[in-house]
C-alpha cells in the first residue's frame, strides 16, 4: 500500500511526462493520446523493473555515464521544448502524428524525473527479506503501472478538456509557447 501510494504522489505529481501528456491530449484529444499515455506508463514500469534490480546502481557508480545522461537528457528536453513551442500541435511529428508508444516509452529514460522516482523506490521499498530481486523489481514496476495509468490519464484528460477552451490559432499558439516553457524549466532538475 505505501508503494502505491508512494507510485500515485509520483504520477500525478507534475513533471515533463505529465506536460508531454497535456500537451498530446491538447492536440490530439484523449483518444489519439492514448498512445502516448500507454508509452509513458509502461515505459516507466519497465524502468521501475530494471533500476532496482541493477541497472540504476551501475549508472550512478560511473560518473562518465551520468554525465552523459545529464547532458543528453538536457538536450533532448530542450529539443522537445522547441518543437512544443514552435508547433502549431503540441507533440506532433512533422506528419501531424501526436508522441506515440515508443516515443513517450523511450522518453522516460532522458526524464530526470523518471530517474529520480525509480531511485527513490529502490532505496526505499526494496528489502533484503522481501524475495528474490527479480520478484520485488517486477512487483515495483507492475504495480506503478496500475498507479500510473488513471494518475497520468488525468492530465492527458486535462489537455482535452483544455483543447475546447484554446480552439485554434492564437490561444493555442500561446499554451504551446507555455507548455514549452514549462518542459524547458524542468532541465533545471538535471544540471543543477
Known amino acids: 500500500m505505501a508503494f502505491l501510494l508512494f507510485a500515485v504522489v509520483a504520477a500525478i505529481t507534475p513533471g515533463p511526462s505529465n506536460i508531454m501528456?497535456?500537451?498530446a491530449g491538447a492536440n490530439a484529444g484523449i483518444f489519439r493520446g492514448l498512445p502516448c499515455l500507454f508509452?509513458?506508463?509502461?515505459?516507466?514500469?519497465?524502468?521501475m523493473f530494471l533500476v532496482p534490480l541493477g541497472l540504476g546502481s551501475l549508472v550512478l557508480q560511473s560518473?562518465?555515464?551520468?554525465?552523459a545522461l545529464h547532458w543528453g537528457g538536457a538536450g533532448f528536453l530542450l529539443w522537445l521544448s522547441w518543437r512544443i513551442a514552435a508547433s502549431s500541435h503540441i507533440g506532433a511529428t512533422p506528419e501531424g502524428k501526436t508522441v506515440g508508444y515508443l516515443g513517450g516509452a523511450l522518453f522516460q529514460w532522458v526524464n530526470?524525473?523518471?530517474w529520480l522516482v525509480c531511485a527513490s523506490a529502490a532505496g526505499t521499498f526494496l528489502s533484503a527479506g522481501a524475495g528474490s530481486p527479480i520478484a520485488q523489481s517486477a512487483s515495483l514496476g507492475g504495480l506503478f503501472v496500475l498507479a500510473a495509468l488513471p494518475s497520468c490519464f488525468v492530465w492527458?484528460?486535462?489537455g482535452a478538456a483544455v483543447q475546447r477552451v484554446l480552439g485554434s490559432g492564437r490561444r493555442l499558439r500561446l499554451f504551446n509557447i507555455v507548455m514549452g516553457a514549462l518542459l524547458a524549466l524542468s532541465i533545471a532538475l538535471i544540471i543543477a
Open 63 to 67: 560518473p562518465l555515464v551520468l554525465k
Open 112 to 114: 530526470p524525473k523518471s
Open 39 to 47: 508509452g509513458v506508463t509502461t515505459g516507466m514500469g519497465l524502468m
Open 21 to 23: 501528456l497535456t500537451a
Open 156 to 158: 492527458l484528460a486535462f
